[in-house]
């Protein structure tokens, strides 16, 4: 079945870098679009950035441009989110989802979802 698992999530001072990963199994990976989503407490779960891993194309929530870079390994049925500068209002749980769409559909309904992984950036 699909399984998606987050890992990297951490501590980091702002300004500061971590890279997420997300490990998938039970589907081909290049048939699929990956997100990456977060929630904050007492917030929606926003989506941060997608890749629909075949053609390589991405979308990148406004607050994150920039800053924020997602990546597949086909070969390794991996997706890794990149984040530098981070800041204060990018503490959130971070969350890898799958579903087969386009990558610009980057909303929270997407069908799979790993059990996501705290970021907490300091001020």
């Known amino acids: 079945q699909v399984q998606l698992v987050e890992s990297g999530g951490g501590l980091v001072q702002h300004g500061g870098s971590l890279r997420l990963s997300c490990a998938a199994s039970?589907?081909?990976?290049?048939?699929?679009?990956i997100g990456w989503f977060r929630q904050a407490p007492g917030k929606e779960r926003e989506g941060v950035s997608c890749?629909?891993?075949?053609?390589?194309?991405?979308y990148y929530a406004d607050s994150v441009k920039g800053r924020f870079t997602i990546s597949a390994d086909n070969a390794k049925n991996m997706v890794y989110l990149q984040m530098n500068d981070l800041q204060p209002e990018d503490t959130a749980v971070y969350y890898c989802?799958?579903?087969?769409?386009?990558?610009?559909?980057?909303?929270?309904?997407?069908?799979?979802w790993g059990q996501g992984i705290q970021v907490t950036v300091s001020s």
């Open positions: 039970g589907f081909p990976l290049d048939t699929y679009s």
């Open positions: 989802a799958a579903d087969r769409r386009s990558y610009y559909l980057c909303t929270p309904d997407y069908n799979y």
């Open positions: 890749i629909m891993v075949r053609l390589g194309s991405t």
